[in-house]
């Protein structure tokens, strides 16, 4: 159970340029669906550009 625990700790080290807000849960495990978060961070960035696109066209 210790060793569960420090595992989850040590993988809970967010990599360089990753703020806790980006985070999304499952992160840090190792599996399948790891590629589907990356899309959704994507899919956050895109629509984040996208808005700063749309103000800065309407100033």
Request: hydrophobic share 40%.
């Amino acid at each position: 159970m210790l060793s569960k625990i420090i595992n989850i700790l040590n993988t809970c080290i967010p990599k360089s340029g990753v703020s806790w807000a980006e985070l999304l849960p499952g992160d840090f495990l190792d599996t399948l669906e790891q590629a589907e978060k990356i899309n959704i961070r994507s899919l956050r960035q895109q629509l984040k550009q996208k808005a700063l696109t749309q103000q800065a066209l309407t100033v």
